[in-house]
């Protein structure tokens, strides 16, 4: 299975702040990679698929890029609302496998 | 606007079974591909498995926990998914979603709508 390994686990930010978000695959993914946000009590929701493509309404603040085995997840100015956790996700090969979060807190 | 809403949820023993269902709406059941996530009390995101559509053949993939103990079945009449959960270990307790898998639309795929999730307990 490949191994996606997020850094940091956790990252304390104030509003206003620029913030990234890595993500490591265990082997190369090419451009196989979405970000997904999770705020407490809810479901998740996907942000980014194809490592830089933002879906439908999510606001332009958030960019992801990479390829092979790295990836980034850019906040450019944080937002009360985007405190919560952020996973990545693999799909080029079975099983999907999951990050296992980054947890953005209020400084 | 596409919504999931799943149900069948609950507290089941060690060694017991569970059917979890899902409806869709807001999008045509039949043209997409289906999947399970669960999440484990304060803890991570683990795909359980996906089922295509027919016109991709209708087959099912599992992660290594599930196999073999978890069944993934979709009716399409219905506009529902199924996950049959057999031989449930403690290790199963979580919450479980339902999402649509952009599979047979996109060449990238993503887990592109999430329902709100239903949890099961396992314990006796």
């Known amino acids: 299975d490949i191994q996606m390994t997020q850094s940091p686990s956790s990252l304390s930010a104030s509003v206003g702040d620029r913030v990234t978000i890595t993500c490591r695959a265990s082997?190369?993914?090419?451009?196989?990679l979405n970000w997904y946000q999770q705020k407490p009590g809810k479901a998740p929701k996907l942000l980014i698929q194809?490592?830089?493509n933002l879906q439908s309404g999510v606001p332009s603040r958030f960019s992801g890029s990479g390829s092979g085995t790295d990836f980034t997840l850019t906040i450019s100015s944080l937002q009360p609302e985007d405190f919560a956790t952020y996973y990545c996700q693999q799909s080029y090969t079975l099983p999907r496998t999951f990050g296992l979060g980054t947890k953005l807190e209020i400084k | 606007e596409v919504q999931l809403v799943e149900s069948g949820g609950g507290l089941v023993k060690p060694g017991g079974s569970l059917k979890l269902s899902c409806v869709l709406s807001g999008f045509t059941f039949s043209d997409v591909w289906m999947g399970w996530v669960r999440q484990a009390p304060g803890m991570g995101l683990e795909w359980v498995g996906r089922?295509?559509?027919?016109?991709?053949?209708?087959?099912?993939d599992y992660g290594a926990a599930v196999k073999g103990r978890f069944t993934i079945s979709r009716d399409d009449s219905k506009n529902t998914l199924y996950l049959q959960m057999n031989s449930l270990k403690t290790e199963d307790t979580g919450m479980y979603y339902c999402t649509t898998d952009s599979g047979g639309r996109t060449v990238i795929t993503a887990l592109d709508s999430w329902g709100q999730g239903t949890l099961v307990t396992v314990s006796s």
């Open positions: 082997q190369s993914i090419s451009i196989y």
């Open positions: 194809a490592a830089s």
């Open positions: 089922i295509k559509r027919k016109i991709d053949g209708g087959t099912t």
